[in-house]
């Protein structure tokens, strides 16, 4: 493997990923960032990894690199809202939210974290707002228990 190559640390970083060899996807993925630094999507797919180790914070510092060389992509707009939200920050969620919903305005999953996110920042109004409109538009197969339960402490 020829070391000044990012595209092929990035593809071993994904392999691994893909191989549950975390550490050495991760590492692949950095050697890459560190060999181009304008790389978007080793960015991406070292918050992916980071997001599905629930290491929300590190996933969080991706994305932002992420969106500052890619600022219009919804998906990765999307993953970074929710590491936001799963991280507490859920003004920034919001903000992120709003940017996915403006270009995405059915994303049920976006609709859903926007009442979460309203709720645990004590806008009982938006949350029932977003709430309602989740519920009316979601498939009954896309509603978790915990959908139900932030229905109850909204309402």
Do not use: C
Request: glycine residues 6%; hydrophobic residues 35%.
């Amino acid at each position: 493997l020829d070391p000044t190559l990012v595209r092929a640390h990035y593809r071993m970083g994904q392999y691994f990923v893909r191989y549950k060899k975390n550490q050495e996807g991760y590492d692949a993925l950095d050697k890459a960032i560190k060999l181009d630094p304008n790389f978007a999507p080793a960015y991406q797919e070292a918050g992916d990894l980071l997001f599905a180790l629930k290491r929300y914070d590190a996933a969080k510092r991706m994305y932002e690199s992420y969106i500052g060389l890619r600022p219009d992509d919804p998906l990765v707009l999307r993953r970074y809202a929710q590491a936001l939200y799963k991280g507490a920050q859920y003004e920034g969620a919001l903000e992120q939210i709003n940017k996915v919903l403006a270009q995405r305005p059915d994303d049920i999953v976006m609709i859903r974290l926007r009442a979460w996110s309203n709720h645990e920042l004590g806008r009982t109004a938006e949350a029932r707002q977003a709430i309602d409109k989740f519920f009316s538009q979601a498939k009954p197969t896309a509603i978790t228990y915990r959908d139900y339960e932030y229905r109850g402490r909204i309402a």
